[in-house]
């Protein structure tokens, strides 16, 4: 019975109950619309990662194999190619016996024979639209067909799987015997990342959620609890109204789940197209489980009904509860000091580190102290300027406002705490993304972008080896035979030879260094043309300097902070290896700069067979390639915090509806005493305009603030040279910017109601 009489009240409770049902309904609509649309992200992301990691296969080249020894053995070759700095992934395989199955590859029907390759669609495509000479050359032999997409990450891989024969393969470094394909998942360190962020993205989108609904379903909670009081003095039990309450609010955020169900599947094909790891995942997999929507259909509501009890504690004390309110006490001035102490435990050992690394866990705990401090500051900071303003203030709507901001800022700040995370997070990313990016495009002054790296042999490659001298002549001569083409030779210096059983040689210096860590050799005319590298002492004809972090680093910034590598005092290599590098040193690396990028993807296909007969495991990228992959990532996490930002202020101007109709509904009786004296409505709209969008200014500015407090000193730390400030782009100004805008303007659509419930005529009071 009281479960129908809840309903009844619900849908048949006049118009005020039916536009607080509709208001309820769609702000939790967009709110579950908001957390569907990342849980199908992160389940796309987890099914991906999840997939077996084909690529991850090892196998076994013992010394002095022989062809056929291991049945069903295939031989195996896998390395990374790249055409315009999108990585292409490439096996070569050879079966031993035909009379043998052999081991299958995820998306293939069987392994490609000798003379022909598979690739996935988006490759093929990509072939059929470039020259044959610029990528399809680098892969012998016929198409034989396409990939399924088991062996693929999503639609935008570029995969080819090459037939090869097996004398060819097994000269090739690199090649394993290989007996079985792995099906683990790929033990990547950047999947810990991803999750991180997701779970960040979700804290960052659950509050406000949450803050949401329970602004929601505390809408005209004032005149609801005279009600409630009233049905407790004619006898109703407080189970009994709790059960009324628990209706009204579940009602509307049931309704409000299934609508945001119904609105994600409407967005979903959109959805779809997002790149979060740099790539768009399948379709198909951008979905939240059965047992995820069964958890939202029934979780909201049950938030809902929880905020509904607890916005009506005062009902379930005695039938006067509604009567005996008490004035909340003001925030204290200690509520700041988390925040100040997080900044100045982030920021403090990074500036006065003196250059020394700062400790990982007081970084961590700096950041904790901030987020939390931003939440626990609010209240104390909204009464702050409120206090501020009504002293300085001198117009009516304005001293209105301050004063009720003054009297209640917990309940001014609760709608608006969502914001808070949500623009910290965004204003820290915004503001460091672009200064590491622009460091990294600044690397070497800026020349390095269109050299493309290409290394045989050196540190930590140690199955790959050297060119010989002669197949060094025979490469450097059709490079150098390409217009507009300058070439750096880096050779490998020369050190003693190893035993054949026996530990590496050391060098005969101080300690032992093993001898591929006795770095190369450069002549000093080419150097002469890649200056940002450094320049030798007059007269030198070759220098010895280590270029390993130049040819092997990820990470321009780092590269950078070791340029320059050539120097006065470098020491000069022996004159006659010197005179004759070319002709004495094996070749372990090249760099090559060529300003036309179709004659770069040739020179990156002449390459490819050197590259492969090398066993090297670099893929030959430009410098500009290299910082471009670690751009994409850092791009990708600015335009998901920047997206948390805009969903973020999207929720919270659903939720500041809600608050400002509940309001202007729950205040009718002094408005409308108000109006009846004289006051204009206009100054009334003012009223509730400021003091419902000065929280939300307030809290952005705050969190910003933060915000760069944070990155500022993270670019000093990176040590990024020629790096700019810590400014946020054009995007982050055009998101919040934006969203606050249209956080303003959605207040703006729930004024005109101050008008028709504060009419005369209806001046008439319960």
Same mark, same amino acid.
């Given at each position: 019975?009281?479960?129908?009489?809840?309903?009844?009240?619900?849908?048949?409770?006049?118009?005020?109950?039916?536009?607080?049902?509709?208001?309820?309904?769609?702000?939790?609509?967009?709110?579950?619309?908001?957390?569907?649309?990342?849980?199908?992200?992160?389940?796309?992301?987890?099914?991906?990662?999840?997939?077996?990691?084909?690529?991850?296969?090892?196998?076994?080249?013992?010394?002095?194999?022989?062809?056929?020894?291991?049945?069903?053995?295939?031989?195996?070759?896998?390395?990374?190619?790249?055409?315009?700095? +999108?990585?292409?992934?490439?096996?070569?395989?050879?079966?031993?016996?035909?009379?043998?199955?052999?081991?299958?590859?995820?998306?293939?029907?069987?392994?490609?024979?000798?003379?022909?390759?598979?690739?996935?669609?988006?490759?093929?495509?990509?072939?059929?639209?470039?020259?044959?000479?610029?990528?399809?050359?680098?892969?012998?032999?016929?198409?034989?067909?396409?990939?399924?997409?088991?062996?693929?990450?999503?639609?935008?891989?570029?995969?080819?799987?090459?037939?090869?024969?097996?004398?060819?393969?097994?000269?090739?470094?690199?090649?394993?015997?290989?007996?079985?394909?792995?099906?683990?998942?790929?033990?990547?360190?950047?999947?810990?990342?991803?999750?991180?962020?997701?779970?960040?993205?979700?804290?960052?989108?659950?509050?406000?959620?949450?803050?949401?609904?329970?602004?929601?379903?505390?809408?005209?909670?004032?005149?609801?609890?005279?009600?409630?009081?009233?049905?407790?003095?004619?006898?109703?039990?407080?189970?009994?109204?709790?059960?009324?309450?628990?209706?009204?609010?579940?009602?509307?955020?049931?309704?409000?789940?299934?609508?945001?169900?119904?609105?994600?599947?409407?967005?979903?094909?959109?959805?779809?197209?997002?790149?979060?790891?740099?790539?768009?995942?399948?379709?198909?997999?951008?979905?939240?489980?059965?047992?995820?929507?069964?958890?939202?259909?029934?979780?909201?509501?049950?938030?809902?009904?929880?905020?509904?009890?607890?916005?009506?504690?005062?009902?379930?004390?005695?039938?006067?509860?509604?009567?005996?309110?008490?004035?909340?006490s003001a925030p204290g001035w200690w509520r700041v000091l988390p925040l100040l102490a997080g900044l100045g435990l982030f920021a403090g050992p990074v500036f006065a580190g003196g250059g020394r690394e700062p400790d990982a866990l007081l970084l961590d705990v700096g950041l904790v102290l901030i987020m939390v401090g931003l939440m626990?500051?609010?209240?104390?900071?909204?009464?702050?300027?409120?206090?501020?303003?009504?002293?300085?203030?001198?117009?009516?709507?304005?001293?209105?406002?301050?004063?009720?901001?003054?009297?209640?800022?917990?309940?001014?700040?609760?709608?608006?705490?969502?914001?808070?995370?949500?623009?910290?997070?965004?204003?820290?990313?915004?503001?460091?993304?672009?200064?590491?990016?622009?460091?990294?495009?600044?690397?070497?002054?800026?020349?390095?972008?269109?050299?493309?790296?290409?290394?045989?042999?050196?540190?930590?490659?140690?199955?790959?080896?050297?060119?010989?001298?002669?197949?060094?002549?025979?490469?450097?001569?059709?490079?150098?035979?390409?217009?507009?083409?300058?070439?750096?030779?880096?050779?490998?210096?020369?050190?003693?030879?190893?035993?054949?059983?026996?530990?590496?040689?050391?060098?005969?210096?101080?300690?032992?260094?093993?001898?591929?860590?006795?770095?190369?050799?450069?002549?000093?005319?080419?150097?002469?043309?890649?200056?940002?590298?450094?320049?030798?002492?007059?007269?030198?004809?070759?220098?010895?300097?280590d270029f390993n972090r130049l040819l092997t680093s990820d990470n321009m910034l780092s590269v950078d902070r070791n340029l320059p590598i050539v120097d006065p005092s470098s020491p000069a290599a022996d004159q006659a290896a010197g005179q004759a590098a070319p002709a004495r040193l094996s070749l372990a690396a090249v760099l090559v700069?060529?300003?036309?990028?179709?004659?770069?993807?040739?020179?990156?296909?002449?390459?490819?067979?050197?590259?492969?007969?090398?066993?090297?495991?670099?893929?030959?990228?430009?410098?500009?390639?290299?910082?471009?992959?670690?751009?994409?990532?850092?791009?990708?996490?600015?335009?998901?915090?920047?997206?948390?930002?805009?969903?973020?202020?999207?929720?919270?101007?659903?939720?500041?509806?809600?608050?400002?109709?509940?309001?202007?509904?729950?205040?009718?009786?002094?408005?409308?005493?108000?109006?009846?004296?004289?006051?204009?409505?206009?100054?009334?709209?003012?009223?509730?305009?400021?003091?419902?969008?000065?929280?939300?200014?307030?809290?952005?500015?705050?969190?910003?603030?933060?915000?760069?407090?944070?990155?500022?000193?993270?670019?000093?730390?990176? +040590?990024?040279?020629?790096?700019?400030?810590?400014?946020?782009?054009?995007?982050?100004?055009?998101?919040?910017?934006?969203?606050?805008?249209?956080?303003?303007?959605?207040?703006?659509?729930?004024?005109?109601?101050?008008?028709?419930?504060?009419?005369?005529?209806?001046?008439?009071?319960?």
């Amino acid at each position: 019975m009281t479960l129908w009489l809840g309903l009844r009240l619900s849908l048949r409770g006049g118009r005020e109950a039916v536009v607080r049902l509709v208001l309820v309904a769609a702000a939790v609509a967009a709110g579950v619309t908001v957390l569907l649309s990342t849980v199908a992200l992160f389940n796309a992301f987890r099914t991906t990662a999840d997939r077996p990691c084909w690529e991850c296969t090892t196998g076994s080249a013992p010394a002095g194999w022989a062809l056929g020894a291991t049945p069903g053995a295939v031989l195996w070759n896998h390395r990374l190619d790249s055409y315009a700095g +999108r990585p292409i992934k490439r096996l070569d395989v050879a079966v031993l016996d035909a009379r043998t199955p052999a081991p299958g590859v995820p998306g293939l029907s069987a392994l490609p024979g000798a003379g022909r390759h598979y690739v996935s669609p988006a490759l093929a495509e990509l072939m059929d639209a470039v020259p044959r000479e610029q990528l399809a050359d680098r892969f012998p032999g016929a198409r034989a067909g396409l990939i399924g997409r088991a062996a693929l990450s999503g639609p935008d891989d570029l995969v080819v799987v090459v037939g090869q024969s097996p004398d060819a393969l097994a000269g090739m470094a690199g090649t394993v015997a290989v007996d079985a394909v792995a099906v683990a998942p790929a033990a990547d360190d950047t999947t810990a990342l991803y999750e991180h962020g997701f779970g960040i993205a979700a804290i960052g989108l659950i509050v406000p959620l949450i803050v949401l609904i329970g602004t929601a379903t505390r809408l005209a909670a004032a005149r609801r609890e005279a009600r409630f009081a009233a049905i407790r003095l004619a006898g109703a039990t407080a189970r009994q109204v709790n059960v009324i309450a628990s209706v009204d609010a579940a009602l509307g955020a049931l309704l409000g789940a299934l609508a945001g169900i119904a609105v994600f599947q409407a967005v979903r094909p959109a959805l779809a197209g997002v790149s979060v790891t740099g790539s768009r995942f399948f379709p198909d997999v951008v979905a939240p489980t059965p047992p995820q929507y069964a958890a939202v259909v029934v979780g909201v509501p049950l938030a809902a009904a929880g905020a509904a009890l607890w916005s009506l504690r005062r009902v379930r004390i005695t039938p006067l509860g509604a009567a005996r309110k008490v004035r909340a006490s003001a925030p204290g001035w200690w509520r700041v000091l988390p925040l100040l102490a997080g900044l100045g435990l982030f920021a403090g050992p990074v500036f006065a580190g003196g250059g020394r690394e700062p400790d990982a866990l007081l970084l961590d705990v700096g950041l904790v102290l901030i987020m939390v401090g931003l939440m626990v500051a609010g209240p104390w900071l909204t009464m702050l300027v409120a206090r501020l303003a009504a002293r300085l203030t001198r117009g009516a709507a304005t001293l209105l406002a301050a004063q009720r901001l003054a009297a209640d800022p917990k309940g001014a700040f609760r709608s608006v705490n969502g914001i808070v995370l949500a623009v910290f997070i965004g204003t820290a990313v915004a503001g460091i993304v672009p200064a590491v990016v622009s460091g990294q495009a600044a690397a070497g002054g800026g020349t390095l972008g269109e050299v493309l790296r290409t290394s045989f042999g050196y540190a930590d490659a140690a199955p790959g080896r050297p060119l010989p001298p002669g197949t060094a002549d025979e490469l450097l001569a059709e490079l150098r035979s390409r217009p507009g083409v300058t070439v750096l030779p880096i050779y490998r210096r020369v050190g003693q030879p190893a035993p054949p059983d026996g530990p590496p040689p050391c060098d005969p210096g101080p300690g032992c260094r093993p001898d591929f860590m006795l770095g190369h050799v450069v002549a000093c005319d080419a150097l002469t043309a890649f200056p940002a590298l450094g320049r030798c002492a007059p007269g030198a004809r070759a220098v010895t300097a280590d270029f390993n972090r130049l040819l092997t680093s990820d990470n321009m910034l780092s590269v950078d902070r070791n340029l320059p590598i050539v120097d006065p005092s470098s020491p000069a290599a022996d004159q006659a290896a010197g005179q004759a590098a070319p002709a004495r040193l094996s070749l372990a690396a090249v760099l090559v700069r060529a300003d036309d990028p179709a004659v770069r993807e040739r020179i990156r296909t002449l390459l490819t067979p050197y590259v492969a007969g090398s066993g090297s495991a670099e893929t030959p990228l430009t410098f500009a390639e290299v910082a471009q992959a670690r751009a994409v990532l850092l791009d990708q996490v600015e335009r998901v915090a920047l997206a948390i930002v805009a969903l973020t202020l999207l929720v919270a101007g659903c939720g500041l509806l809600v608050a400002v109709v509940g309001g202007v509904v729950e205040r009718r009786q002094p408005f409308t005493l108000l109006r009846l004296c004289g006051t204009p409505t206009r100054t009334l709209s003012k009223v509730v305009l400021l003091e419902t969008a000065a929280p939300v200014v307030l809290a952005a500015l705050v969190a910003a603030g933060a915000g760069l407090g944070v990155a500022e000193p993270l670019i000093d730390q990176l +040590r990024i040279k020629s790096a700019p400030a810590a400014l946020p782009g054009p995007a982050y100004f055009l998101t919040v910017g934006g969203g606050l805008l249209a956080a303003l303007l959605v207040i703006l659509a729930g004024l005109p109601l101050l008008r028709r419930v504060t009419a005369p005529e209806g001046a008439r009071f319960e």
